[in-house]
């Protein structure tokens, strides 16, 4: 028996095996160095071909307390797409500050992501 287990495995050799089929996309990234002053903190802007999602519309939890304030939700750039990052609450460094929420600009080929501050 064992002698004729060889010959019940050729007809599986000549099986074509089925053609994979398979999808890239590729996003690039570009960092940009932007020139400054001696002395000053130099930042690279990492550029992104691709256009960012539309801002979610969040619910805004309740205060955790007097005196914070809330910064919204805004898109990530991982490096390799977006991601969500929900809005929380903040406490402002002064009683007068105001928050300028981050947002994607367009800039050349791309986008470029400018940070939110305190104003």
């Known amino acids: 028996m064992l002698a ?37 903190v130099v930042t ?9 999602p539309t801002v979610r519309i969040e619910a805004q939890t309740v205060a955790p307390g007097p005196g914070y304030i809330w910064t919204p939700g805004y898109w990530r750039w991982s490096g390799r797409d977006y991601v969500w990052v929900s809005g929380s609450w903040a406490r402002p460094p002064r009683t007068t500050a105001v928050w300028v929420p981050g947002h994607w600009v367009s800039r050349g080929a791309g986008w470029v992501w400018v940070p939110g501050h305190w104003r």
Request: contains cysteine; aromatic residues 2%.
């Open 4 to 40: 004729l287990a060889p010959f019940a495995l050729i007809g599986c050799a000549d099986e074509t095996p089925p053609p994979v089929v398979t999808s890239t996309t590729t996003t690039t990234t570009q960092e940009v160095t932007t020139g400054a002053p001696t002395g000053a």
């Open 44 to 52: 690279r802007d990492v550029v992104v071909q691709q256009a960012p």
